[in-house]
């Protein structure tokens, strides 16, 4: 009996251990998935307003999908579909540009609606006095309304939600909620009708930015399936887009229209179709599921089967927040306030939308010539805005993404196969030519001197060097060592960022032993002199008998800059700016122009000629990208100081934690990766050199994990607004006093802890020895 006691006495302690275990096992997994991911820190309304331009919307990192919102296009400031200061959608189209300064895209418009059929996307614009909300749309400027035959919708942003991966918002005219998550070639739509209502979907193929359809078609497979192409004329001269679309629910009643007349049939080929799709009594939900693939509407349904072969739409906002997760925490900062974690952190997310997939799931893709390609051994990738990005975008993924821009180097050498030269500004399959300079060039050869793996280096260096040496935008004269008369348009910005691809492929040519090579890039690198006026020291055109202008204001934009204006361009040296110094007339002369950069006004007359130039300080215009290595360039004469306050002044007033918190386009990542470097304290001021020059550090911490699994760690101490001068730096626990640390030494791991005052330090970084 004591025997009998003691068991169950032992079974019920036995019993209350494991409760005990399994409780404490429930609220540790309670805890961790409590515990926020970086996407809590990611805003992707920062920059959707004012000339931000940027995508909002689901998507996945670098995914082909962008799906999200549009308004009604307006010009410059919808180049990406969606503006905040708007207040009317007119639907969801599949893809987006992110922060371009010039629209495309937005394919494949869907929007769920209710009551009678409506076949337009159009509004009215009802005549009112000026206020903030008056808009200008074909000349008339009023307030937006939807017109009686639009299936268009007003909305509100209390009822809008978005985040890494999802988006949601209500249509308030038909009482619909709306909501999107995406995966890489797919997205997924879920809509929740109102009861008992009479309910409609419309497919527009019509609808775009900035673009006209052609050839478009489609049709029903079955009464689950729609599939389909969009043709389009735009900034992309010749874009095809195939699609697939599997619905929850029985398609019962579909219509073809070309435009708003009615065809015969399920299956129709127009310049301006569209699909309608029909209930009676719409469902409760209705579920979408829309593949695209550059190939055919085959290969979009393969990816729908292959990427969401299922109906869990919140497994598939999970599994869409996990990737964004993944990729942001290739980065790790401790920051002073949540504020700059989210301007951090939303940075990061924004230069992660592009450069964009362009290929099937099974890899299939089809090039610039318009052949389809298989069995291809890279993820194929498009929208390329080279101009902007090689500053800092493609620097950053260097070392956030080496794997994806090994294949991104791949790209562009299948580009250079089917087009015969290096890419300037690729838009899938299409080659835009938009912007001065091959910027690919520059891309390319950094990437192999910064060890990235994964393709052939002899071919990369043979397309460089054939590029270089064309006829075509200038070419003919720069590889002569010759200027390019100022007849043709943008000279001068052309030659300088041509003399940075040449100097950025001088140092390829070196490091794989080809000395003449490397000795002809250099000098050509050089060429940037040839515009050079002494009488008062600014890069000019030349007339073909190389005059210089008779008259000439530096504050003007003038037709042989590009996006600028002679005082921007002035520092487009990256590449030598020891030798502009030598060039102004040495370091003082140099210190004192470049102070007059920061202060100098535009005259009334001028002011306001260039929607680029923004974010000004003086002269210098943070809003467009010749400018955004000029702060950085008082570390190579001796006075780091003013690089940190300039820096610091930039990321203070020109990137806030609100919709307009990017000062000028986003431009496909480069304005938010300009943050990313100079908040870390870093800038790659001429990235084929592996230099990265020390600015001041707005975070506390951040750690970068390297592609030899040694972590690097930058460390500020005693960091707050006003300790924004560094007084010391010691790296590994040695004292360091270069004003720049390098590529090789970031890789091999360790931490650089920067200590910071609120005086500069006037011998930091002032040695000829410690410069960059």
Same mark, same amino acid.
């Given at each position: ?296 509407? $085959?290969?979009? %349904?393969?990816? /729908? +089967? ?6 869990? *739409? ?5 599994? =869409? !927040? ?123 050869? $950094?990437?192999? %001197?910064?060890? /990235? +793996? ?6 990369? *260096? ?5 590029? =270089? !040496? ?27 960022e041509y003399s940075i691809g040449d100097g950025s492929t001088a140092l390829m040519a070196k490091a794989m032993g080809k000395m003449d090579d490397y000795d002809y890039f250099l000098k050509r690198s050089q060429n940037y002199k040839l515009y050079y006026d002494p009488s008062d020291g600014f890069f000019k055109g030349r007339t073909a008998d190389g005059k210089f202008p008779a008259s000439y204001s530096p504050t ?40 007059? %950069?920061?202060?100098? +006004? ?171």
């Open positions: 009996m004591k025997l009998l006691k003691k068991q169950i006495a032992f079974s019920i302690l036995s019993i209350c251990i494991m409760l005990f275990i399994n409780l404490n096992i429930v609220n540790a997994q309670k805890k961790a998935k409590a515990v926020p991911g970086l996407t809590s820190f990611v805003d992707p309304m920062i920059g959707a307003g004012g000339h931000g331009h940027v995508f909002v919307g689901a998507s996945v990192p670098f995914g082909a999908v962008q799906v999200g919102p549009d308004n009604h296009y307006k010009g410059w400031d919808w180049c990406s579909g969606y503006n905040y200061a708007d207040s009317l959608m007119i639907g969801f189209a599949q893809t987006h540009l992110s922060g371009t300064g010039i629209g495309d895209l937005a394919d494949i418009l869907i929007m769920p609606y209710t009551g009678r059929v409506r076949l337009s996307e159009g509004i009215n614009v009802v005549k009112t006095p000026a206020t903030a909300n008056t808009v200008v749309v074909n000349g008339t400027a009023g307030v937006e309304q939807v017109s009686d035959d639009s299936y268009s919708s007003r909305y509100s942003h209390k009822y809008e939600k978005v985040k890494p991966g999802y988006y949601s918002v209500k249509l308030l005219n038909y009482d619909v909620d709306v909501e999107l998550t995406a995966t890489e070639r797919v997205a997924f739509h879920r809509y929740h009708f109102p009861a008992g209502k009479e309910g409609h979907i419309i497919i527009d193929l019509k609808t775009g930015i900035n673009s006209k359809s052609f050839d478009c078609n489609i049709k029903q497979l079955d009464p689950y399936t729609l599939v389909g192409r969009r043709k389009s004329k735009g900034w992309a001269k010749d874009r095809w887009i195939f699609f697939a679309i599997k619905s929850s629910v029985p398609l019962t009643k579909f219509n073809v229209y070309s435009d708003t007349q009615l065809m015969d049939g399920t299956d129709g080929t127009a310049d301006a179709i569209k699909g309608l799709i029909s209930f009676e009594k719409a469902p409760a939900t209705v579920m979408l599921k829309v593949g695209i693939s550059p190939v055919s509407p $085959e290969n979009a %349904l393969d990816n /729908i +089967k292959a990427e969401i072969p299922g109906w869990d *739409f919140e497994s598939v906002v999970k599994q =869409a !927040n996990a990737k964004w997760n993944k990729e942001l925490s290739t980065l790790s900062v401790e920051t002073r306030s949540l504020s700059d974690k989210r301007i951090f952190y939303t940075s990061l997310f924004h230069t992660m939308i592009d450069p964009a997939m362009f290929n099937d799931h099974n890899g299939d893709y089809r090039g610039t010539d318009k052949k389809v390609y298989t069995n291809v051994p890279f993820t194929n990738y498009s929208i390329f805005s080279l101009w902007d990005t090689y500053r800092a975008a493609n620097p950053l993924y260097i070392l956030t993404q080496p794997k994806r821009t090994g294949d991104m180097i791949n790209s562009m050498l299948a580009i250079y196969d089917q087009q015969g030269r290096l890419p300037i500004w690729h838009l899938d399959g299409n080659e835009t030519g938009t912007m001065v300079g091959i910027s690919s060039m520059q891309v390319v050869a $950094e990437a192999y %001197l910064k060890g /990235i +793996k994964g393709f052939d280096a002899q071919r990369a *260096f043979d397309d460089i060097k054939s590029t =270089a !040496n064309l006829d075509l935008l200038g070419l003919k004269y720069v590889k002569n060592f010759e200027f390019i008369p100022s007849s043709e348009s943008r000279s001068v910005g052309k030659a300088l003007k934009a003038l037709n042989y800059y590009a996006e600028g204006n002679g005082w921007q361009y002035l520092w487009l040296v990256p590449q030598d700016v020891k030798g502009l110094i030598t060039l102004l007339g040495g370091e003082n002369a140099f210190n004192d122009k470049l102070d007059s %950069l920061f202060v100098t +006004k535009t005259p009334a007359s001028e002011a306001g000629k260039l929607a680029d130039l923004t974010g000004l300080i003086g002269q210098y215009a943070h809003g467009n990208e010749p400018s955004h290595h000029i702060s950085y360039l008082y570390s190579f004469s001796g006075q780091q100081w003013k690089t940190a306050e300039k820096a610091r002044y930039i990321m203070k007033n020109f990137y806030p934690n609100n919709p307009d918190g990017i000062i000028g386009n986003e431009d496909c990542g480069q304005m938010s990766a300009w943050y990313v470097f100079s908040s870390m304290g870093l800038y790659p001021v001429f990235p084929a050199s592996g230099e990265y020059v020390i600015g001041s550090p707005v975070v506390n911490k951040a750690t970068i994990q390297t592609t030899s699994g040694k972590p690097f760690t930058v460390q500020a101490v005693n960091n707050s607004d006003k300790n924004i001068y560094i007084q010391s730096i010691t790296l590994n626990g040695k004292n360091y006093k270069n004003g720049y640390i390098t590529h090789k030494q970031m890789m091999q791991g360790g931490t650089m802890i920067m200590t910071m005052g609120s005086k500069p330090n006037y011998n930091f970084g002032t040695s000829a020895a410690n410069r960059p």
